[in-house]
């Protein structure tokens, strides 16, 4: 089935350490996106790419590094930069159509990285 | 893009309709109106999206005011695997640098046996 895999689903982290999370998407789309979500709160934007070696800043991109070397996958890196990581990130991605988006959202199912 | 306002919690029998408000009084002509929810711990989930005119698939509908300022998304028979948070985004619908959603703190439905 078509679909986002996010791994791992759980993650812990000593402080100082970088650590790569992986999305990989099967559904031929074109724009993916990372978000954080702290508990309680919305989802704040990290990084979002349209196209396969292009990438763009979100809200709140510091201490954190992306690439986008293929299309179907979209790897975020939480660096030692990043000051307060433990978080949940979800991955998604949007097809594009003529110019257009539909504005439809598929997430994956989310890693739960924890900072010792 | 407009903002958004929702209230933070709302509580539904099972079995009744849940009616979820939302207003963005400053939305403009070319943006949508997008519902999304999130059970918790899982990714969201898109419900349905409209510019004006009302909308109806399997999971809602989506009422829009004539003046496009509010916006109400109906689960017509809840259920308990509803309860989840939602969220209710504008957007527009073109392919600019800004292209991403919004989601902002939305409304906690819980939905009571």
């Known amino acids: 089935d078509g679909g986002i895999t996010q791994s791992p689903k759980y993650l812990f982290r000593k402080e100082g350490q970088n650590v790569t999370l992986s999305c990989e998407q099967n559904?031929?789309?074109?724009?993916m996106y990372w978000y954080r979500q702290d508990p309680g709160q919305g989802l704040r934007l990290i990084y979002y790419s349209q196209i396969v070696n292009d990438f763009q800043k979100g809200d709140i991109a510091e201490g954190y590094s992306v690439s986008r070397e293929k299309k179907e996958s979209f790897p975020l890196t939480v660096t030692s930069a990043q000051k307060n990581p433990t978080a949940f990130y979800l991955c998604?991605?949007?097809?594009?159509?003529?110019?257009?988006?539909?504005?439809?959202?598929?997430f994956g199912e989310g890693s739960r990285l924890t900072v010792l | 893009d407009a903002k958004t306002t929702q209230p933070p919690s709302m509580d539904c029998a099972e079995g009744r309709a849940a009616n979820l408000p939302c207003n963005h009084s400053?939305?403009?002509?070319?943006?949508?109106v997008y519902w999304y929810r999130q059970i918790h711990s899982q990714g969201p989930q898109y419900i349905i999206h409209g510019l004006k005119n009302n909308e109806t698939n399997e999971m809602a509908s989506l009422i829009i005011t004539e003046d496009r300022k509010s916006s109400t998304l109906i689960l017509p028979h809840a259920t308990l695997r509803d309860t989840a948070v939602y969220y209710c985004i504008v957007r527009v619908a073109v392919n600019n640098a800004g292209n991403m959603l919004t989601f902002g703190g939305g409304t906690r439905l819980m939905v009571k046996p």
């Open positions: 559904l031929n789309h074109d724009a």
């Open positions: 998604a991605s949007m097809k594009i159509w003529k110019g257009t988006h539909t504005g439809e959202l598929f």
């Open positions: 400053t939305i403009s002509g070319n943006e949508y």
